[in-house]
Nanobody
Framework: QVYLVESGGGLVQAGDSLRLSCAASGRPVGGYTMAWFRRAPGKEREFVAGITWNGGQTNYADAAKGRFIISRDNTKSMIYLQMNSLKPEDTAMYFC???????????????????WGPGTQVTVSS
């Protein structure tokens, strides 16, 4: 069993930056792909950014490219999402996820991830 918990969300203004963190516990997680997803009210959960086991590869949704940076620190069992130049359309609940099967690949579909945190809310005002 792996437990994930996100933190760092909050209310910010457009153009501001925010850094999300996800702490993992229960089992070692340094050997697996992890990712950030988000879900806006009334919308489906969507992929934001993913990172392979050692951070060697990353992948970003088009909406995140150039603004968001995903990283991880396996010694701390943490992943991060640095969010810059935030826009109102970034408003969503953000979730971190771990894929038990993926190590060197980065799936973008939610059903390819096995463990999820409860989410942290990000709200960006205009």
């Amino acid at each position: 069993q792996v437990y994930l918990v996100e933190s760092g969300g909050g209310l910010v203004q457009a153009g501001d930056s925010l850094r999300l963190s996800c702490a993992a516990s229960g089992r070692p997680v340094g050997g697996y792909t992890m990712a950030w997803f988000r879900r806006a009210p009334g919308k489906e959960r969507e992929f934001v950014a993913g990172i392979t086991w050692n951070g060697g590869q990353t992948n970003y949704a088009d909406a995140a490219k150039g603004r968001f940076i995903i990283s991880r620190d396996n010694t701390k069992s943490m992943i991060y999402l640095q969010m810059n130049s935030l826009k109102p359309e970034d408003t969503a609940m953000y979730f971190c996820a771990l894929s038990w099967q993926a190590i060197v690949t980065i799936p973008i579909m939610p059903n390819e991830y096995d463990y999820w945190g409860p989410g942290t809310q990000v709200t960006v005002s205009s």
